[in-house]
């Protein structure tokens, strides 16, 4: 087999996993939970699941990736091979594998609408609708079954020419470009927030603290709900890209600067478009697709230089999808390779037929595609992946593999915290999600 591919740099690595976690949960979801759930008092249990969920189970996948060399199949067939059931952690490594592919299917329908409505904000197509309910009906048309096909495709096949170069010529490339211009693009968009009348309204309420929200259950919840799952834990892509991270590299800080960095992209939405919605007297009170494609090109047309604010946001948010959408097609490329032994070009085409083949066919049911995967697949590969290394693989390899790159022994604290703590909380995030029709 050919030598595996790595990254050709440490802020290859760290701006890749950025990239991964930084997509349309930070952008559609995070701005409407600061605005239902008490702004500040949303914001500090938000911060706290970050601080356990970076300190814990990013650095555990990073950590089990780079010990195995390997996507979550050979992961897991490694861990169990250590008690004679290699086979049986090889079965169990498909579901991670097969709920990347899954999502990665699901978000090509996205990101086919994310591209199609950048390239409009240029020719002037998605700023056209007169009103709120014909940018309803522009958006339903684009979102029904085989309603998008030509531009899901175009979207699909950049990102599999992106991904058929590699890791190092392809996704680190891409992804030193990509994160940087969107974090840019989005500070260039709350300074020109920041001037228009009305927009101190939506500040004062993202960094107020409601007592009664901050007591409230529900709060904490759909906290956890959003941490969880904006820094992309589900036993897949961030145990990719640890699998491509020399032994050199010091994982517990790589793991810092991404959740750092998730945090500063979601905060930096909530700044643009809670001020923004703010400056017309609206409450953002609507998340998920409706936000990004019916009522934001509503309030960017009605604002000074709305046009130019469009083309601003949505070439961020283009980027932004683009780099979470190769993280998730990586895992199920890797495993190709890795199973079927065929090459890095091959690998990629085989999955981007399937991808391509399945997206143009579910484009009427994304929604309800994404919330399966989204309450069961991901919380429930992010569990496994979890008791594979902490549980079966044991604290001397765990702090082993951990420690590897550091000039001191990460904290004792480390092993206990993800055993007992962290691998409890994948599952209470699939009950709860279960529960409650999901909070992610």
């Known amino acids: ?49 970050v601080v356990l969920i970076a300190s814990t189970g990013i650095i555990g996948e990073m950590s089990f990736g780079r010990a195995t060399r390997s996507g979550p199949v050979n992961a897991f067939g490694t861990a169990c091979e250590m008690k004679g059931k290699r086979k049986l952690g090889e079965a169990i490594g498909l579901i991670p594998v097969l709920g990347s592919l899954a999502m990665a299917i699901g978000y090509t329908v996205v990101f086919g609408w994310i591209l199609k409505y950048a390239v409009g904000t240029f020719t002037g197509a998605t700023l056209a609708p007169d009103d709120v309910d014909g940018f309803a009906a522009t958006f339903g048309s684009m979102a029904s079954a085989f309603g998008n096909n030509g531009w899901l495709l175009g979207a699909l096949a950049l990102a599999v020419l992106i991904l058929m170069f590699g890791v190092g010529k392809g996704i680190e490339k891409a992804n030193k470009v990509m994160m940087p211009v969107f974090f840019l693009l989005f500070v260039i968009l709350g300074i020109y927030v920041f001037f228009q009348p009305g927009a101190a309204d939506g500040y004062r309420y993202i960094f107020r603290v409601d007592p009664k929200a901050l007591a409230d259950p529900v709060t904490w919840v759909y906290a956890l709900g959003q941490a969880f799952f904006s820094l992309s834990i589900a036993g897949n892509g961030t145990l990719i890209y640890g699998s491509y991270l020399s032994d050199s590299e010091n994982i517990p800080a790589s793991a810092a600067r991404v959740a750092v960095f998730d945090t500063l992209a979601a905060m930096l939405a909530a700044l643009v478009i809670i001020p923004a919605m703010a400056t017309t007297g609206t409450q953002l009170n609507q998340g998920g697709p409706g936000l990004m494609f019916i009522f934001l090109p509503n309030l960017f047309k009605s604002m000074p230089g709305g046009s130019i604010i469009a083309i601003v946001f949505f070439v961020a948010v283009l980027f932004a999808g683009m780099t979470s959408l190769i993280n998730l097609y990586e895992a199920p490329i890797a495993t190709v390779q890795e199973k079927f032994g065929l090459g890095r070009v091959q690998a990629c085409a085989v999955t981007g037929v399937i991808g391509a083949v399945v997206a143009v066919c579910i484009q009427g049911i994304v929604s309800g595609w994404m919330d399966v995967l989204s309450i069961y697949i991901c919380p429930l590969g992010a569990g496994l992946a979890a008791i594979m290394f902490f549980w079966v693989c044991g604290k001397k390899y765990v702090e082993t593999e951990v420690n590897k790159g550091r000039e001191k022994p990460f904290s004792s604290i480390f092993y206990p915290l993800c055993k007992y703590v962290f691998c409890p909380i994948c599952f209470l995030v699939l009950i709860l999600g279960i529960v409650m029709g999901g909070i992610g």
């Open 1 to 49: 087999m050919k030598k595996r591919d790595f990254f050709n740099s440490r802020w290859g690595f760290i701006l890749s996993c950025i990239g991964s976690a930084v997509g349309m949960g930070n952008i559609w979801m995070f701005p409407t939970r600061v605005s239902l759930y008490g702004g500040g008092s949303f914001i500090i249990p938000y911060l706290v699941f």
